[in-house]
């Protein structure tokens, strides 16, 4: 008879061992644990407006919102965690398997008045990539009901949308896909926005034509009347911040009319003041069939997304005996619910996508003059949503090797920005850049920071790696 050994309890531990715990108990997402074998994980402790604390007392600007996820900064804990108490004293849980709850319903109205058209059905779930994933199903359950077998979707390439196994087979990052082949089949992925190497005497409307020319190519090579969905950000994050040349958006939305493909906005990054409107599709002028968001809906102070789509994605599923063959256990979970939205009340209150839109122009000109220096190739984005992509060779546009890009980003970027109190991303999914997207509370001094920290170690970076 095998004995179970009860291990020691952790409840009373010391912040002075945390860092051990860390090393020996925390698997981290998507981050290389050899690199803790001997050093300490890094451990946020508190936070404030724009601003961390580590366990050692040391502040950084955060300069990545979390994970492009903390809209109204760190200092709503307490009215958010207010609302969360009232909604735990009142109901603490229950499903929307067949039930309704208040949170759950006022929430959905909420997202119903805030999305483009007639998108007035809102579907819960724990996160951006069940949003997705979600999206993927729904589009072929409502091609079924409509007597269509469509079941292929199409993406962008190195887009990211998500890690449960159908949001990641949507995914067009490699690095990301591979480890977990093979995946959901007949996906398709087309070419992204990424403008910057194109040839220098295209004009923005030639390269709209030639993507949208290769984006329906690849539906008459698929067969039109197999694929279900189109799945795009309106910025697309990986790749850097990529922003949709003129006439783009609207073209895939005809292409989509043309062929009866759903097409989905995913709005998980973009949305909720981001780029300076409450959702990317309202700066873009772009109407979906359906749009999933997440992060920006809580600013991170709980674990919500929704799937928001048209009202005649419902028809089909409001016959007799009719039903979406989908849910979850937490998807719409009433304190979460309850934090959602207090989290967009507090966005209306502060104005906070008003003031996006008013700073970003202060924003970007204060990033620009980063453009002079050697290793800076490109900026791009909107609102406060930014990349900077760093090169070998501005006049050519040469990028680094791949080895190279390893030592720039992970082995000398990294840690040295974290030294010099600034955390924002750097990204080799594609090639090598900086992701600046601070909370929407961010302000000149913000910028400024943002900028001259940047400055100081882009140039020690060329002067190590280029020079």
């Known amino acids: ?3 179970s050994v009860r291990k020691p309890s952790s409840k009373a531990r010391s912040t002075g061992e945390l860092p051990e715990l860390a090393r020996k108990h925390l698997w981290l997402h998507f981050t290389r644990m050899g690199g ?14 724009c601003y961390l604390e580590d366990i050692n007392g040391k502040r950084f600007l955060d300069g990545l919102a979390g994970l492009f996820t903390v809209q109204v900064g760190y200092s709503f804990g307490e009215e958010i965690g207010q609302a969360a108490l009232e909604q735990m004293r009142e109901l603490p849980y229950y499903s929307n398997w067949s039930y309704a709850h208040p949170a759950a319903i006022r929430l959905a109205a909420e997202l119903a008045e805030l999305a483009p058209g007639d998108l007035n059905r809102v579907f819960f779930v724990s996160g951006g990539s069940e949003a997705v994933e979600t999206a993927w199903k729904l589009a072929r359950q409502f091609h079924l009901g409509n007597g269509q077998r469509r079941w292929k979707a199409i993406s962008r390439k190195l887009a990211y949308h998500g890690t449960t196994m159908g949001a990641l087979s949507i995914n067009g990052v490699p690095q990301l896909r591979q480890p977990f082949e093979p995946l959901v089949p007949e996906v398709i992925h087309i070419a992204n926005t990424n403008g910057y190497r194109r040839p220098a005497d295209e004009t923005e409307a030639e390269f709209t034509a030639f993507l949208l020319e290769e984006l329906e190519q690849e539906i008459i090579q698929a067969g039109p009347d197999t694929v279900a969905l189109v799945v795009l950000e309106p910025v697309q994050n990986s790749g850097g911040c990529l922003v949709p040349p ?3 958006l609207e073209g895939v939305r005809a292409l989509c009319d043309d ?3 759903l097409l989905c906005a995913d709005e998980v990054i973009c949305g909720f003041g981001r780029l300076g409107e409450w959702l990317g599709t309202d700066r873009h002028d772009m109407q979906p069939d359906m749009l999933t968001v997440a992060k920006g809906l809580s600013s991170g102070y709980g674990t919500i997304g929704a799937l928001i789509a048209s009202d005649r994605l419902m028809e089909p599923f409001l016959e007799e005996g009719a039903m979406f063959s989908h849910g979850s256990t937490f998807g719409g979970h009433p304190v979460q619910a309850a934090i959602a939205l207090k989290n967009i009340e507090i966005l209306r209150r502060e104005r906070l996508v008003e003031h996006v839109r008013a700073t ?13 220096l050697p290793i800076v190739g490109d ?5 406060f949503f930014y990349a900077l992509e760093l090169v070998r060779d501005k006049e050519t546009k040469q990028t680094f090797e791949p080895e190279e890009s390893e030592a720039l980003l992970r082995g000398f970027l990294t840690p040295r920005l974290y030294e010099a109190g600034l955390i924002c991303r750097t990204d080799d999914r594609g090639d090598p850049l900086v992701c600046i997207c601070p909370p929407l509370v961010a302000g000149q001094a913000e910028f400024d920071r943002i900028a001259g920290i940047l400055g100081d170690v882009f140039t020690e970076a060329w002067t190590r790696f280029c020079a």
């Open 1 to 3: 008879m095998a004995i």
């Open 36 to 49: 803790y074998l001997d050093e300490d994980v890094p451990i946020i402790v508190r936070g404030d407006g």
């Open 246 to 248: 003129a006439g783009y």
């Open 259 to 261: 062929y009866g493909i």
């Open 360 to 372: 970003e122009g202060a924003f970007r000109a204060t990033l620009a003059p980063l453009l002079d």
């Open 379 to 383: 900026l791009r984005g909107e609102g």
